[in-house]
């Protein structure tokens, strides 16, 4: 598959501050990347030095295999998409989409052409003679996608997009988002802290921390086998135990979902005796927190029973667990 994007060695820092260490990346033509960290992780940079809107302290920038780490931000090809959409207030939505074609000077008749087809793109054909005010965040949103979209760009570039949003709406947005990048192939790097997020949109998942990568990965992998303790903490919830051999240098990490409550004569490869201090339903599933005999906390979910739990909570319980849902982990300095 074609490399559209490569990092290569690409660092950057703020006088005594190091923002990214030694980075480097591909990125196939068509894939949708999301980066996702912590605050500080170093994924807001990557992306500004992406968009040559921050220039980097080594390394180069590859864009569809030109050396563009010098190549000023209109030269790259690179479309733009922010959390605040940055939509011009007096002009109207087909105004809008049709700037960044204006300023390329491209004939009226293609303008109107390509804003028809970006308007039923996004779904909203009947709006373009709107202001952005008179419209919902979400469809503030998807205008942007397209004004952003609609001179073709190589790559687009979303830096926490639905962070404005309210729950129902972002969950609303990514399916779309989705859809789009999918009707257009584009290639797409998304910026978010937000693990369900990047876990519902993303082809592969940089997680980013520290100024640098810590995995690279599907969805799926970084879940189920992540490579580190912070990857199996950051990534969804963890339940971290001391293996059973004397190695002070790693750790047990099982996921909630694969811990179950055993009844009495119920077998697992992993048994672990506790006490329930907790049981809290939250629709198709309920949380279960327990506290092994040696002091762990541990939480298993499963499903909910109409009924409710028949264990209550100061109740003697036996948790287990199949051999492999156990992930082994590497201690990490501090942890």
């Given amino acids: 598959m074609k490399t559209k994007l490569r990092l290569d060695q690409v660092a950057k820092s703020y006088g005594p501050v190091r923002a990214l260490r030694p980075t480097t990346l591909d990125v196939p033509e068509g894939e949708f990347l999301t980066l996702l960290g912590p605050s500080g992780s170093g994924k807001s940079t990557l992306l500004q030095i992406l968009a040559g809107l921050t220039a980097c302290d080594q390394g180069d920038v590859w864009i569809d295999g030109r050396l563009s780490t010098d190549t000023p ?80 760009p190589s790559i687009i570039l979303m830096d926490e ?8 709406l972002r969950d609303d947005m990514q399916t779309e988002i989705r859809r789009l990048h999918k009707e257009l192939g584009a290639t797409i790097l998304y910026v ?45 919830h963890a339940n971290f135990i001391a293996p059973a051999s004397d190695r002070a240098n790693s750790k047990c990490m099982v996921r909630p979902e694969n811990i179950r409550i055993l009844e009495e004569a119920e077998r697992a490869d992993t048994v672990i005796d506790a006490i329930l201090e907790d049981t809290i339903m939250l629709g198709a599933f309920s949380r279960h927190v327990a506290r092994s005999v040696t002091g ?40």
């Fill in 192 to 236: 978010t802290h937000d693990q369900e997020e990047a876990m519902a949109m993303s082809d592969r998942i940089c997680l980013m921390n520290d100024g640098g990568i810590a995995q690279l990965g599907t969805p799926s992998e970084i879940y189920f086998r992540p490579r580190s303790v912070f990857a199996a903490e950051f990534v969804g």
């Fill in 73 to 152: 931000p209109h030269d790259r090809g690179v479309g733009l998409i922010f959390q605040n959409y940055a939509l011009f207030p007096h002009l109207t939505v087909a105004q809008n989409i049709a700037f960044p074609l204006e300023m390329r000077r491209l004939p009226r008749a293609e303008i109107d052409r390509r804003v028809t087809r970006m308007l039923e793109v996004v779904q909203l054909p009947h709006v373009g003679d709107r202001l952005p005010r008179e419209l919902s965040g979400g469809q503030q949103q998807r205008v942007a996608f397209a004004r952003c979209s609609v001179y073709e």
């Fill in 161 to 168: 997009p639905l962070g404005a949003l309210d729950k129902r």
């Fill in 296 to 335: 762990e906390r541990l939480v298993a979910v499963n499903w909910s029973e109409e009924k409710g739990t028949t264990h209550r909570p100061g109740e003697a319980i036996r948790l287990g667990w199949d051999a492999c849902d156990t992930v082994h982990l590497a201690a990490e300095a501090g942890r």
